[in-house]
Every structure is written in structure tokens, then in C-alpha cells.
């Protein structure tokens, strides 16, 4: 249930505390006091729309924190726990907050959570029902959920096979709808896609092929400067040996160095390790100069070979600047023909992949009209209990003669919840044709349709706290002594909190909140009371005779709340 609600900058409310009891509590108040903003509070706290223009003026924030006392083996408590958040003493903490810009924050358990986890929350906590819900009950898609909501468990196995026959009839149809209705596309896609394989194939191409090439054509291209930079190199180091005298070169004058120091060295350990470092030096100039004789014999001018590598590199550079990528490699260019072959391969199978779709379309298709029969069978059998039930609760709300029908009709469109159309009916009297409820029915059988409707909910899903905005708006007298009855018999297994401005309904409750303005036109911390008997007489008084110090008014209300005392 849900124990207590503080709310801070919300409509009229400057701050309030509604503490709640188990059964039947009951809101009332002067119109525009703020009665409203319980139920809007307690919406807020669920999950409900954050409408920025409920922060009251002057205010940076509403806000709205509720301790709600859960079941600790029940769902609620799981989902708080999958959220990370934790009970306090046994109780929920749950706090939004909105912001006069319309930003939104909601804490569940001590953690932020999104908005979205206090939806799913609500399902397992509350029923809360405003004055805007009747409207929706009007709209087809809400009648479909009340009846599938009302069959419940009967209805989860056939539902559950249809939507897996449903995902996949939609799945294979669209892939149809691609393969067939884009065969031109694909032919073209493929056409350019063969003729860019056969290209590249042509060509064949090997992978770091264009880096070798490059390194080839520098090469080539200066031959004749290399050849004569490594003679020119190789005859400084080791002389010419065809010249008809020997010119001075590296490797005689470091023999000639490496002489004068020889003929000294066992004078001094150090000139000898400098003796050592001049033959080091000599070998190595003698090999490298040798090297340079080898490298010189090996380049080549070859202008064949030379224009033979400038064509491949020709013809790989085009096929880099089509197929390549951003590098512009010969590597990119592979990859674009792995992926185009593969490519190819699923196109060019699309005929056979077409013949197989076509088969299992038509099998989902008589399989998708076998599961949609069933739902239709299942919510046929659920309307007539539904009707029974809703008709019978409407006979204990003062409409005797009223006769509710849920009609289920099968349509030709598969849609997510089967091919039904399900419309709520009312005959209010006998003899008069079953109309649909915007056109059958006024203000105050809406109401009570409305409050019937979730009287049997409660009986085949029931949840722990229900919640009214004037579920009695339109009715009075008999009726509206009949809802009491029916709200306070509600109560017995539930906590029902109800806002309402008929004095008959308020003297079923278990507690009585008063809501009241202070001078300057607020509700604060000290607007919300709880009425004793006195208090209670007194404002059913207000409420019956508009004075709350009327003497048939406080004797009027004394007979209602004795009436309703008897009755609970």
C-alpha cells in the first residue's frame, strides 16, 4: 500500500503529506483546492507524463516522494532490486522530480532509474485512473487490451505462439518484398560487380606487388647514376685497379697509417689500441668497397624491363583508383574483389533463395491464420465473461437495467495482437441496441462503466492500490450512493484512494483527507487533514448543503456516515 506521499511545488501545493491508510480513502476539498494533484502526485510516481506546467510558479521544482509498503517476497521488490535500489525498513522509497524546463528525474530505492522502470513498477503496485482514462477507454486499442488483460493466463500461450508466427511472417515477407520487388537493382548491382571481378582477374594482381614494383621502377630509372656512384665509390676506398699507376685511396692510407703505428706500439698500450681500431677500420673499408664492385656489376640499364614494370605499375594504379580505398593499395584491392565475390555469390543465389521464401511465406501464412483463430476463440470466450461480469458489477452501481457487450470481430489484417477488433458496448436499457460507449453512454455511466470495468479487474488481476479522479463525476443520489458501496466493498481487499466531490461516496471511507487552501491561495504543509468524526460531518455538511455548520446538513451527513458504517 502506499503509506505516505510528501509533495513540494506541485499545482497549488507549496508542500503537503497525505498519509494514507489501508481500505478506502477518500479526497475532497473546494473545487480548485487541489484535489487533483493527489491523483497527479501519485501519477508522477509511477511513471506518469511530466507536464512542466504543473511546477507551481515560483517554484524551480515540483516534486513528489512516496513510501510504499511492498510485499518482500513479491515482484516489486525484484524489480527494485534489478534496479539496484533497496528497501528502507520494509518500505519503497520513490521520488520524482520535474524541473520548470521539463527535465524529469525519478529515484527508486535510494538509485536513479529511468522513468520507464517506475512504469513497470506501477504494474505491479497500482491502478491509477484520472479523469483523462475514461477518453482512453474510449479508443479501440485500450478495449483490446482491458478484454486481453481480463483473460489473462488463458490467453498467454496462443499469444505468445502468434507473435513468434507474426515476427517471422513480417521478417520473410519484407525479405520477399526486397528480393522481388528490386530485381532490376540487383541485376545491375551484379553486372558491375562481374565486370569489376573480371578486371581485376585480368590483371591479377599479387599482394605488396605495387611497393616492389615502385622500388624496381626507382631503380631502373636511375641505373646509370647508381652504377657510377658505387665506381666512384669503390675506387676512393680501393683505387682502380686497370689505372697504370695507383692513385692514393682509403685503403692504402689506412695501411699506411696503420704501419707507422705498428712499428711503435709496443711503446705505449694506447697508441696500440689505436693500431687495432686502424685495422678494424681497414677490413671494413675493404669490405665495403668490395660490396660497391658487386653492386656496380649488378645494375643494369634496362630500358626493356624498365617500360615492362612502368605498365604494370599502369595498369595496377587503375585498378587501385576503382577498387581501391583511402591508402590506395593493391591490398585494397583484393579485399574489394573478396567482398564483391561474396557478394556476387548472394546475388546470383537470390532465385533460389526467392523459391525458398515463397514456400515458407505461404506455410507462416497458414500457420499465422491457425494462431490468429485461436486468439479470436480465446478473446470470444473472455468477452463473454466479461460482459457477464461487467454487466452484473453495473447492476450493484444503481444501472439494473444496463447490459454490457464485448463484441470480438476478426478483421483481414495481421496486426501484433492478432486480427481482432474488439469494441465495449452499452444497451442501457433494455429494448435499446448495444451502441458503442461514446455514443451510449453519458458522462455519469461512463463513470460507473469505468469503475465496473475495474471492479471485475481486480477480481481475475488484481493489484494492491487503486486510485479514482471523480470516477463519480455526472452521477448522484441513488447512484452515487451505490458507488460508495461498491468502492468501499472494493476496499476490502485493496487500498482504493478516491477523489471525489460526493458526499455519498465520501462517507463509505476509512479515512478522510481534507484538502484545504490557505489565505494567500496555496495548499501547504498544514492543507492536507486528516478528519475525525467532527471534521467529517462537517465536511460532508460543506459538501451536501454548501455550510458546514447546517443543521440538516450535519444531520444529513450523520445518517450517511451511520448508513455507511452499517454497510462496511
Known amino acids: 500500500m502506499v503509506d505516505e506521499v510528501r509533495i513540494q511545488g506541485l499545482g497549488v501545493i507549496d508542500e503537503a503529506v497525505l498519509d494514507l491508510s489501508p481500505g478506502f480513502n477518500v479526497v475532497t476539498g473546494e473545487t480548485g483546492a487541489g484535489k487533483t494533484m493527489v491523483v497527479t502526485s501519485l501519477g508522477l510516481l509511477f511513471g506518469g507524463r511530466a ?159 605495387d611497393v616492389e614494383l615502385a622500388a624496381e621502377e626507382e631503380r631502373l630509372g636511375h641505373a646509370d647514376a647508381l652504377r657510377g656512384a658505387a665506381d666512384t665509390a669503390h675506387e676512393a676506398l680501393l683505387g682502380d685497379a686497370a689505372a697504370a699507376f695507383e692513385a692514393a685511396n682509403v ?39 668490395t660490396d660497391l664492385a658487386s653492386y656496380a656489376e649488378s645494375v643494369d640499364a634496362d630500358p626493356a624491363r624498365l617500360a615492362a614494370v612502368q605498365e604494370r605499375r599502369a595498369e595496377l594504379t587503375s585498378l587501385v583508383r576503382k577498387y581501391g580505398g583511402e591508402e590506395g593499395t593493391v591490398a585494397e584491392v583484393l579485399e574489394w574483389a573478396r567482398r564483391s565475390a561474396a557478394r556476387l555469390t548472394e546475388l546470383d543465389g537470390d532465385d533460389d533463395r526467392i523459391d525458398e521464401l515463397r514456400a515458407e511465406h505461404a506455410e507462416l501464412t497458414e500457420r499465422l491464420a491457425a494462431e490468429a483463430a485461436e486468439l479470436t476463440a480465446v478473446r470470444g470466450r473472455a468477452a463473454e465473461r466479461f460482459s457477464e461480469a461487467v454487466t452484473a458489477e453495473l447492476t450493484a452501481l444503481a444501472m439494473p437495467h444496463a447490459r454490457v457487450v464485448v463484441t470480438v470481430t476478426p478483421t483481414d489484417d495481421y496486426g501484433p495482437h492478432g486480427v481482432d477488433e474488439v469494441e465495449v458496448r452499452l444497451a442501457p436499457h433494455p429494448g435499446a441496441p448495444p451502441l458503442p460507449l461514446h455514443k451510449g453512454a453519458s458522462g455519469g455511466e461512463l463513470s460507473r462503466v469505468m469503475l465496473a470495468i475495474e471492479v471485475v479487474f481486480a477480481g481475475a488481476d488484481p493489484v494492491p492500490t487503486f486510485v479514482f479522479d471523480e470516477v463519480d463525476a455526472g452521477v448522484g443520489g441513488k447512484a452515487a450512493v451505490e458507488i460508495g458501496r461498491r468502492l468501499a466493498r472494493l476496499a476490502r481487499n485493496a487500498q482504493v484512494i478516491v477523489v471525489t466531490h460526493l458526499p455519498q461516496v465520501a462517507a463509505f471511507a476509512d479515512q478522510h483527507l481534507l484538502v484545504e487552501k490557505s489565505d494567500d491561495g496555496t495548499v501547504t504543509s498544514s492543507g492536507v487533514t486528516a478528519l475525525d468524526r467532527e471534521g467529517r460531518i462537517r465536511e460532508l455538511s460543506r459538501m451536501l448543503a454548501g455550510l458546514e455548520d447546517s443543521e440538516l446538513g450535519r444531520a444529513h451527513a450523520e445518517e450517511l456516515l451511520a448508513m455507511a458504517a452499517e454497510e462496511r
Open 251 to 289: 685503403t692504402s692510407l689506412l695501411g699506411q697509417a696503420r704501419n707507422a703505428l705498428e712499428a711503435v706500439r709496443e711503446h705505449d698500450p694506447d697508441l696500440a689500441a689505436l693500431a687495432d681500431r686502424l685495422a678494424e677500420a681497414g677490413y671494413l673499408v675493404s669490405d665495403v668497397g
Open 51 to 209: 507536464d512542466p506546467q504543473r511546477v507551481r510558479p515560483g517554484a524551480g521544482r515540483a516534486a513528489v516522494e512516496g513510501r510504499i509498503v511492498v510485499d518482500p517476497g513479491g515482484r516489486a521488490v525484484e524489480r527494485v532490486e534489478e534496479a539496484g535500489g533497496e528497501l528502507d525498513d520494509g518500505a519503497l522509497i520513490v521520488t520524482r522530480s520535474v524541473s520548470a524546463e521539463g527535465r524529469s528525474r525519478a529515484f527508486l530505492g535510494g538509485r536513479s532509474v529511468p522513468v520507464s522502470v517506475l512504469i513497470n513498477l506501477a504494474d505491479d503496485l497500482v491502478a491509477v485512473h484520472g479523469q483523462s482514462d475514461q477518453q482512453r477507454l474510449l479508443q479501440a486499442g485500450r478495449q483490446r487490451g482491458a478484454l486481453d488483460r481480463y483473460a489473462g493466463a488463458a490467453l498467454t500461450k496462443p499469444m505468445r505462439a502468434y507473435t513468434k508466427a507474426y515476427q517471422r511472417h513480417r521478417q520473410v515477407s519484407a525479405l520477399l518484398e526486397e528480393l522481388t520487388t528490386r530485381s532490376r537493382e540487383r541485376a545491375q548491382e551484379a553486372d558491375v560487380l562481374r565486370f569489376g571481378l573480371e578486371e581485376i582477374e585480368k590483371v591479377d594482381p599479387k599482394e605488396g606487388e
